[in-house]
């Protein structure tokens, strides 16, 4: 069975946790310190700070922007529930949006009838890998956290996702771009917001109370994510390679595959097609061929919510299957997802 996502780690990594576990230095110190650096040298803004999770990351982040009880935060239905989560951890209001009709991303021109004045934040997911429309999302003049938790090394008019907003957050759970089994970022340019994001990450040795948190990553995560932040351009042009390979082969199924934009250079986190007909029969046929696809998001916020009203989300929600991409898939398994998917598509579910 070719697994939906799969970690790609190889001797490197392992040498480089096992360096640390001798070292007996297991949590938070230099490594953490180097991933840090390492990361927000690459998106190119002035620091960051390691967490335990991109959810710990992004309630930082909203902690940072003193966001709280009556404060709206903008944010797409379409996305995990991480970000409902961080909004709820700071009793925030999350206002939902709608996305765009071909691309997964949050509408901006939705985003805008959306504003009101307690508009504390735009949380801006870069959704499988392809970047929002920043240029527009940033006119609003309202402080952006860009969610690049899918799309680390995407970039938007030739500058690193995760370089444009008021602050960024990344996570390195086990399937994402890079892995640290599980592990956050958030990076800034502000050297005000990241204090106070470093001041809340941990607890201890405090002449003040204030509610923080034990949010640390350890130095075991640290040299997991060092390293395979070294392999990161490799892992992007497999990933792309892959991508043009089902792009080529699956042309002429029924699907609709994902298209480029220009000015966004997608990294395809996810390789998502859309598909008529019955999505959980043509995942279980696409499985009784050996490949596990999947819906790449499990449900959109909205229905947690009991709101109706996104007709657009729920088009591409109940449309949208994610085919198996990652670096460590062979090019003998991208052959095998090709024949598999194309047999199920062709034969019409
Ligand atoms: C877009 C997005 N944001 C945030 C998160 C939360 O990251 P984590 O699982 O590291 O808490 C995820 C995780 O899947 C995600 O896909």
Redesign the pocket.
């Known amino acids: 069975m070719i697994p939906h996502s799969k970690p790609t780690l190889d001797q490197r990594d392992y040498n480089a946790v096992l360096r640390v576990l001798q070292s007996g230095q297991i949590s938070q110190g230099e490594y953490v310190k180097r991933f840090e650096a390492n990361l927000y040298e690459f998106i190119g803004v002035k620091g960051g700070v390691a967490t335990n ?6 309630h930082l982040a909203l902690l940072a922007l003193e966001v709280g009880k009556g404060d709206e935060i903008i944010l797409p239905s379409y ?2 529930t ?2 409902l989560n961080a909004i709820n951890y700071v009793e925030a209001t999350p206002i939902l949006v709608g996305i765009e009709p071909d691309s997964f991303n949050l509408d901006a021109k939705r985003v805008k009838e959306s504003l009101t004045e307690k508009t504390k934040a735009i949380i801006v ?1 870069h ?1 499988f890998g392809l970047p929002a429309d920043m240029e527009e999302l940033l006119s609003f003049g309202i402080p952006l956290i860009e ?1 690049c ?2 799309a680390l090394g995407a970039t938007y008019k030739g500058k690193q996702a995760g370089s444009f907003g008021t602050l960024s ?1 990344f ?3 086990a399937t ?1 771009v890079i892995a640290s089994g ?3 970022m958030v990076l800034s340019d502000s050297p005000h917001l990241l204090e106070r994001v470093r001041d809340l990450r941990d607890y201890d040795n405090r002449d003040d109370y204030k509610i923080r948190f034990n949010y640390k990553m350890t130095d075991l995560q640290a040299a997991l994510g060092i390293s395979q932040m070294e392999r990161l351009p490799s892992f992007l042009e497999r990933r792309r390679y892959i991508a043009k390979r089902y792009s080529t082969e699956l042309a002429n199924t029924p699907a609709l595959l994902p298209t480029g934009y220009p000015g966004k250079e997608h990294i395809f986190y996810r390789y998502v097609i859309r598909v008529e007909g019955d999505l959980e029969r043509l995942l279980e046929q696409i499985k009784e061929e050996g490949i596990c696809c999947d819906r790449p998001v499990y449900r959109p916020l909205h229905h947690y919510l009991g709101l109706s009203d996104f007709p657009e989300t729920d088009r591409m929600w109940g449309s949208a299957l994610s085919i198996p991409i990652y670096p460590s898939l062979t090019s003998d398994e991208v052959t095998e997802v090709i024949r598999g998917v194309k047999g199920v598509l062709e034969g019409g579910g």
């Open positions: 999770s991109g959810t710990s990351a992004l996305v995990c991480a970000l997911p959704l969610d938790a899918q957050i996570s390195f759970y994402k599980e592990g956050g």
